[in-house]
């Protein structure tokens, strides 16, 4: 199975900062990752798919950008609603394999 | 607009049969989409466990593919997980998903997700 390694596990920022994430595959899988965003007590929500494709709804705050094996997601100015775990999932290959996700949190 | 439910019992004893079902709203299970599952230990991070088309072709995660039964029922426009041989290690929250062809087609996966369903694993 492809290995998602996603950095950092959490950080701390505050509204209107920049934030980057970062998701490492294992082995290159073209352009076949998503992110997603979770809340507590909620589902997982698409942002990003096929890399740096922005979901239908979602804000353009919200970028992704990658290819091969490196991939970043970056929330362009944070805001309270943002504060979150993000995920990243590849779909190139099955099994599908998340990344272990990466708590935003306020600073 | 595809939406999902789940339901089933949320305490399962050890070694017992873990069953969900997902019913679909919006659009008829013999749809173009695949459907998923997906599940998340307390505190922890997100697991896919597999997934199934109409025509009953299904694509399960090797780590659970030994106890893991996905299945359709097209009278009743739901999709059922059974996990057997159940542990501790079992508990979690259960999310169904699906993936649109068109969402495939365009590179992405599991674009929309029920609201999820807590299982307890415990005599």
Redesign the interface.
Known sequence: ?IQMTQSPSSLSASVGDRVTITCRASQGIR??L?W?QQKPG?????LI???S?L?SGVPSKFSGSGSGTDFTLTISSLQPEDFATY?C?Q?FS????????TKVEIK | QVQLQESGPGLVKPSETLSLTCAVSGDSISGSYWWSWVRQPPGQ????I?EIFHSGST?????LKSRVTISVDKSKNLFSLKLNSVAAADTAVY?C?STSVE?TA??????I????TMVTVSS
């Open positions: 199975a352009n076949d998503g997603y909620k589902a997982p929500k698409l798919y096929a890399a494709s979901q995920y999932l779909d099955y099994p599908l394999t998340f990344g272990g996700g | 991070g997100l697991e896919w597999g694509n399960y995660n090797p780590s999310f998903a969402m365009r590179g992405g996966a599991l674009d997700w029920g609201q999820g």
